[in-house]
């Protein structure tokens, strides 16, 4: 089961770090994507490791801004998210990629674990 944390309410300009913690299996982080969701709107995603790890793919939305990474001893992946907008208000959920891929299609990951709120507001 993958659990997101790390989530809260951030002034615009600052940052959070999210992780996605895996329970009961080991993660190979390389197949870790993050995803959000606005309340009414549909799932996007926001990065993710391509098949085997060989690149990070970010959406234009969040690209220079947002950087994620993994510890395989911690069994952790992390989205860092700094120069936090209003828009980047949502759920942000951690799923697992259970078919390969070069980029983040929604469609290619499961085991969705449980989000956590980020709420950027001033």
């Known amino acids: 089961q993958l659990q997101a944390s790390g989530g809260g309410l951030v002034q615009p300009g600052g940052s959070l770090r999210l992780s996605c913690t895996a329970s009961g299996f080991k993660l190979a982080y390389y197949g870790i994507g993050w995803f959000r969701q606005v309340p009414g709107k549909e799932r996007e995603w926001v990065s993710c490791?391509?098949?085997?790890?060989?690149?990070?793919v970010y959406a234009d939305s969040v690209r220079g801004r947002f950087t994620l990474s993994g510890d395989d001893a911690k069994n952790t992946v992390y989205l860092q998210m700094n120069s936090l907008k209003p828009e980047d208000t949502a759920v942000y959920y951690c799923a697992l990629r259970h078919y390969p891929g070069d980029n983040c299609e929604i469609f290619d990951f499961g085991s969705w674990g449980q989000g956590t709120l980020v709420t950027v507001s001033s």
């Open positions: 490791f391509s098949s085997g790890g060989r690149n990070i």
